[in-house]
C-alpha cells in the first residue's frame, strides 16, 4: 500500500519567475531503492527582425530508502532580446518525505530562489507540513490534499531602497494527476498561501501540464500557468517605475531525460 502511496503522491517543479513554485509536476512515481533522477533542457530562439534567444535547465537527484524520500530540484532562465537581458532567474528546492502510511506523509522543505526581473533579490523559506492522498487508481488518476506552513524571508531590489519582509504563510494546495495513455499524463496543481498576519496578503498559482512519455528515459513537458501576487513589487517613485503585475501568465515547453 505505500508503494501505491508513493506513486500517486509523489508527482512534487517545473520553476517559473512566479511567486509561487510548483513542486507536484517533478514529483515521480515511485522510485527504486538508491539515487535517480532527471535533467531538463528547454531552448528558444529567433534571428533577423527579432533577435531572440533564452534558455531553461533544470535537474532533479532523488534518493529513496525505504519509507524517507530525499529530493532535490534546480532550474535555471536566462533570455536575452536585441543583444538586451529580459530574463535570468535562479531556483532550489530540498526536500525530505516520511511516509506515515498508506493515505498520510510528513514533509520538510527548504528553498532559495532569484529574480533579477521580478525584482526579487532572494526568497529563502523553509517550512513543512502533511499531504493526504484522497483518492487513487494506480495508473490512471490519483487526487491528494497538502497542507502546511513556512517561513519565508524575502528581499526586493526596489532600485532606490532595498525590502525585507520577513513572515509566515500558510501553504495549501491540491494536486490531480491523470494517465490518458501510457504516454500521455495529465497534472493539475493550485496552490494558495495566505500570510498569517493578514490574509489579504496572498498568492495563488495554478498550474495545468502534460508529461509526454517519448521513450523509456525522454519527456516531453509543456505547461500553462496562471499566478496571482496580492502585494507584488511596487516603487513609482523611480524612473522607469516598478508597477509589477499582480497576475501573470507563462507557457512552457522542455524535454527531460530520467536516469
Same mark, same amino acid.
Given at each position: ?14 520553476? @517559473? ?24 533542457? *528547454? $531552448?528558444?530562439?529567433?534571428? *533577423? ?6 534558455? &531553461?535547465? *533544470? !535537474? /532533479? #537527484? =532523488?534518493?529513496? +530508502? ?6 532535490? $530540484? ?15 532567474? @535562479?531556483? #532550489?528546492?530540498?526536500?525530505? =518525505? ?6 498520510? +506523509? +510528513? ?25 493526504? $492522498? ?13 497542507? *502546511? +506552513? ?8 526596489? =532600485? ?10 500558510? %501553504? ?15 497534472? %493539475?496543481?493550485?496552490? &494558495? ?26 519527456? $516531453? /513537458?509543456?505547461?500553462?500557468?496562471? @499566478?496571482?501576487?496580492?502585494?507584488? &513589487? ?9 508597477? %509589477?503585475?499582480?497576475? %501573470?501568465?507563462?507557457?512552457?515547453? !522542455? ?5
Amino acid at each position: 500500500m505505500k508503494k501505491l502511496f508513493v506513486g500517486g503522491v509523489l508527482c512534487l517543479l517545473t520553476h @517559473s519567475a512566479l511567486a509561487i513554485s510548483n513542486i507536484e509536476n517533478e514529483r515521480p512515481n515511485l522510485p527504486e531503492e538508491g539515487f535517480s533522477g532527471a535533467v531538463k533542457i *528547454g $531552448l528558444n530562439g529567433k534571428t *533577423g527582425n527579432q533577435k531572440e534567444q533564452s534558455y &531553461a535547465g *533544470g !535537474a /532533479k #537527484i =532523488i534518493y529513496r +530508502a525505504d519509507d524517507e524520500i530525499f529530493m532535490a $530540484l534546480f532550474d535555471r532562465e536566462y533570455g536575452t532580446k536585441l543583444d538586451k537581458k529580459t530574463t535570468d532567474n @535562479s531556483f #532550489i528546492h530540498t526536500r525530505w =518525505i516520511h511516509l506515515l502510511n498508506e493515505k498520510w +506523509a +510528513a514533509e520538510t522543505f527548504a528553498q532559495w530562489e532569484e529574480d533579477e526581473f521580478d525584482n526579487l533579490t532572494s526568497r529563502v523559506l523553509a517550512g513543512g507540513g502533511a499531504r493526504y $492522498l484522497v483518492s487513487q487508481q494506480q495508473d490512471v488518476y490519483s487526487f491528494a490534499v497538502g497542507f *502546511g +506552513a513556512f517561513r519565508e524571508v524575502e528581499k526586493q531590489n526596489l =532600485i532606490s531602497y532595498q525590502e525585507t519582509n520577513r513572515l509566515w504563510r500558510i %501553504n495549501t494546495y491540491y494536486t490531480y494527476k491523470y494517465q490518458l495513455n501510457n504516454q500521455v499524463t495529465l497534472v %493539475n496543481t493550485t496552490y &494558495a498561501q495566505p500570510s498569517t498576519r493578514d490574509f489579504g496578503d496572498y498568492r495563488l498559482l495554478f498550474d495545468l501540464g502534460l508529461n509526454v512519455k517519448l521513450t523509456n528515459s525522454l519527456q $516531453l /513537458k509543456v505547461n500553462y500557468k496562471l @499566478s496571482y501576487d496580492s502585494d507584488p &513589487a511596487k516603487n513609482l517613485l523611480v524612473s522607469p517605475p516598478i508597477d %509589477n503585475y499582480k497576475t %501573470n501568465t507563462q507557457y512552457e515547453t !522542455a524535454l527531460a531525460y530520467q536516469f
